[in-house]
């Protein structure tokens, strides 16, 4: 069974950072696409990066030069490294596994970004 | 970027009714359409792909139709656990694979 558990949200100041992990099981995270899909509260979905089976990334232009995808393929984990953070970027932020004809097939349950003083 | 826009915003139906939500892309996005159901609290669900295809394990009331820029997800016959947020995406451009905003479906 296919499963992806995020964690690592909280409560941050602006300008602050976080890291924000996702373990995957019942598949290998290194032969899929991975991406990072938030939502603000109220608001509706938002791909802000995703990395590719074949290891190349992608920043949407709201978080590029912010926040790193990344993974740990001995702990099949996903990651997102998240700096200088600004009240925007408070959501929930779910780890998807992208099929390769580019829906996200399965989803994390989510963890929670609040960004404020 | 190619923009999605899902009407109605919300729609109001009676359960065992049929519920009909549309999605319009800013260009052709051919058949690279998915739809998916969020409810309260919950990660979204993929319910659609290839704007006709049902997922594994979703109900036969729900159906997808459209191709290029208009597009259509069809709930024959509404359940309770129908009731929820539907969201559109295109999947055409890639890497950068848009979502609309969402039609709230609930209980009349």
């Known amino acids: 069974e296919v499963q992806l558990v995020e964690s690592g949200g909280g409560l941050v100041q602006p300008g602050g950072s976080l890291r924000l992990s996702c373990v995957a099981s019942g598949f290998t995270a290194i032969s899929n696409h991975m991406s990072w899909v938030r939502q603000a509260p109220g608001k509706g979905l938002e791909c802000v990066s995703l990395?590719?089976?074949?290891?190349?990334?992608y920043y949407a232009d709201s978080v590029k030069d912010r926040f790193t995808i990344s993974r740990d393929n001995s702990k099949n984990t996903l990651y997102l490294q998240m700096n200088s953070l600004r009240a925007e970027d408070t959501a929930v932020y779910y780890c998807?596994?992208?099929?390769?004809?580019?829906?996200?097939?399965?989803w994390g349950q989510g963890t929670l970004v609040t960004v404020s003083s | 970027e190619i923009v999605m826009t899902q009407s109605p915003a919300i729609l109001s139906v009676s359960p065992g009714e049929r519920a009909t939500l549309s999605c319009r892309a800013s260009?052709?996005?051919?058949?690279?359409l998915a739809w998916y159901q969020q409810t309260p609290g919950q990660a979204p669900r993929l319910l659609i792909y290839?704007?006709?295809t049902r997922a594994t394990g979703i109900p036969a009331r729900f159906s997808g139709s459209g191709s290029g820029t208009q597009f259509t997800l069809t709930i024959s016959s509404l359940q309770s656990e129908d009731f929820a947020v539907y969201y559109c995406q295109q999947y055409h451009d890639w890497p950068s694979y848009t979502f609309g905003q969402g039609t709230k479906l609930e209980i009349k």
């Open positions: 260009q052709s996005v051919s058949s690279n």
């Open positions: 290839g704007a006709s």
């Open positions: 990395i590719y089976s074949g290891g190349g990334t």
């Open positions: 998807a596994r992208r099929d390769p004809s580019g829906y996200e097939r399965y």
